[in-house]
């Protein structure tokens, strides 16, 4: 099968390559020209946790053997004082901690900066760099800053490599999770609240994702790219990772290589962890994502949904396959109050499953059966954990048969699970680490160990009265017919009145008009080959999707059109999701 599927989609900048400087050589010597402009010059290259500082040194080191070079590391405190202040965030659970409020200022060491500062007052060398994470705090205002990025997924390859540690400690022996655990809580928070404050100011983006081949733009082209993006429909960069119950769909539909046993996950739209590709020319930056949200928050998100979540894309698109795999852990999302007591998030993972394609046994595992003995549950899952029987996960919960374009509303506190057999497009707010497995069917991870079991979470927030009858009214295919006319027709499919996104799927042969309303909407092509995106006003150019692939058409868009490609003989269908607002 011929794929269409694109794996790279980027959001065309400027037609000039030569605005991209590609390799170590270039970008040095770039940055070395714009240096050379002052009598004495400050450098600061300010690294995101997970750069290879060491590369950075060595290729300024390389390119300008007379200048100064300072490390942000001789500022910080010691990784044994690190590790005290972040402790109580951390806390001791594998995979969960509290997010950190903490500033890169709390990892400095005052006295140690000062003795910078002063041998940056005493130094009397024409060129200067300071380089590492944190490197903006030595000097308020440098000749040139210069702002050295990487992608989170990047960086979860790096950590699962063993190449990088986390802020301020030297952990490069810790397993890939916890490294993971401690980014996702504590230095990805810390990162981001200085990266708001540069981003406006940079002069230079440096695109550190590719080792052999950095990428550096002026800072005024990367600003221009994140405006185009925020005026204009875009996809992100999605990635796939392969899982103990992953499945074949994607391999094939997605055009994937062969070289992984499975394909379980895929994140089309999520921004915290996806990123953009910037073109020029035939040249690609590669950003985070979230750097969008950051500079445009109003304009992709609409104010109202800014004023409600601030500098967060609320909405996840992504891929659960199970075809030709095993079912999904059995689990539960927190409620919004235990999440936020437990973790410091402010909003929970409300959900649902959309099924893009189904097997012949494909199936849902949704809601309790009438008459559950929490008591009894409880033991058996205790039982089950501790080397026991195994869980009777169908004594418990109920088994929901599923077909292609089902569509299965998760509010958080319902227990539940994809079964095996089935193509998922999960629908959920962002906060998708808080997951709290009950039961993972007695399998090892991809890693040989015992995947986390959170079953003293897991109890807290089941909802013990949603059960079968509740589930089937309230749940499962909740549609209803909204609008339409000779060759389209507008169905809303969820999600539960709990949630705050609200789904609606279009059925066309013809143009649809949508309309953002002033808040973002993310789309994905469910049925059919291709579709074209455009705006009725010419605002933006004609922008082509493929089957499976996700969107987001920002707020500030208004009014867009989605029409076939070709004349279509069967209708296409795409879903489109957005944040409930009393407007």
């Not at 690190?82 to 509290?98: C, H, S, W």
């Not at 089937?472 to 209803?480: A, G, M, R, S």
């Not at 291709?530 to 006003?537: D, I, K, R």
Request: charge should be negative; glycine fraction near 8%.
């Amino acid at each position: 099968m011929h794929s269409n599927y694109d794996r790279y989609p980027f959001i065309p900048v400027t037609q000039r390559a030569e605005d991209c400087e590609l390799g170590w050589p270039e970008v040095t010597r770039r940055i070395g020209v714009a240096a050379a402009k002052a009598e004495k010059s400050l450098v600061c290259v300010e690294c995101y946790p997970g750069v290879f500082v060491d590369d950075v040194e060595r290729a300024v080191r390389a390119s300008f053997p007379a200048a100064s070079i300072i490390r942000s590391e001789e500022y910080f405190k010691s990784p044994e004082d690190i590790e005290a202040l972040v402790g109580r965030e951390l806390t001791d659970d594998p995979v969960f901690g509290f997010l950190s409020h903490l500033e890169i200022t709390d990892f400095v060491d005052l006295q140690k900066l000062k003795h910078v500062a002063d041998k940056l007052a005493d130094t009397r060398s024409a060129l200067i760099f300071i380089i590492g994470a944190g490197a903006s705090l030595a000097v308020s205002q440098p000749h040139l800053l210069v702002y050295a990025d990487l992608a989170r997924w990047e960086i979860q390859q790096r950590q699962r490599r063993g190449e990088v540690t986390n802020l301020g400690v030297d952990n490069v022996k810790d397993r890939p999770a916890l490294k993971y655990k401690r980014g996702f809580f504590l230095d990805w928070r810390v990162a981001d609240r200085l990266k708001k404050t540069l981003l406006p100011r940079l002069d230079f983006l440096l695109d550190t994702n590719d080792r052999s081949k950095p990428r550096l733009i002026s800072g005024e082209l990367f600003r221009k790219g994140l405006r185009i993006a925020s005026q204009r429909p875009f996809r992100v960069v999605p990635f796939f990772d392969p899982g103990p119950w992953g499945g074949q769909w994607m391999r094939e539909v997605c055009g994937l290589p062969d070289d992984a046993p499975n394909y379980a996950w895929c994140f089309d739209c999520v921004p915290e962890e996806n990123s953009l590709l910037l073109g020029f020319g035939d040249c690609r930056i590669e950003v985070p994502a979230i750097d969008l949200v950051f500079a445009h928050p109003r304009e992709l998100l609409g104010d109202a949904v800014h004023a409600r979540f601030g500098t967060e894309f609320p909405i996840r698109f992504d891929f659960l396959d199970t075809m030709g795999g095993g079912n999904l852990s059995l689990q539960v999302h927190p409620l919004t109050e235990y999440i936020q007591e437990q973790f410091g998030m402010q909003y929970t993972q409300d959900e649902s499953y959309y099924m893009l394609d189904a097997g012949k046994d494909a199936c849902v595992y949704l809601g309790l059966k009438n008459d559950v003995d929490p008591a009894a549950m409880r033991r058996d899952l205790e039982s089950a954990q501790a080397g026991g029987p195994e869980f009777p996960a169908e004594k418990y919960v109920n088994r929901w048969p599923a077909q292609k374009h089902d569509h299965f509303l998760i509010p958080a506190g319902t227990i539940h699970c994809s079964g095996s057999e089935s193509m998922v497009l999960e629908i959920s707010a962002t906060p998708y680490i808080f997951t709290f497995k009950l039961w993972d069917w007695g399998r090892l991870g991809l890693d040989a160990r015992p995947r986390p079991i959170h079953l003293k979470h897991g109890i807290r927030n089941i909802q013990w009265d949603r059960t079968t009858e509740w589930v089937k009214d309230e749940l499962i295919n909740q549609f209803e017919p909204l609008s339409g006319q000779a060759g389209w027709r507008e169905e809303r499919t969820g999600l539960h009145c709990r949630e705050f996104i609200e789904t609606r799927r279009h059925w066309f042969t013809e143009a649809v008009r949508h309309d953002t309303r002033g808040g973002v909407n993310v789309l994905n092509l469910v049925e059919g080959e291709a579709a074209v995106v455009e705006s009725p006003h010419g605002a933006f150019e004609p922008f082509t999707v493929h089957y499976a692939e996700t969107f987001i058409v920002p707020a500030s868009v208004g009014e867009y059109v989605v029409w076939p490609i070709s004349p279509a003989t069967k209708p296409l269908a795409t879903l489109k999701a957005f944040v409930r607002t009393n407007a």
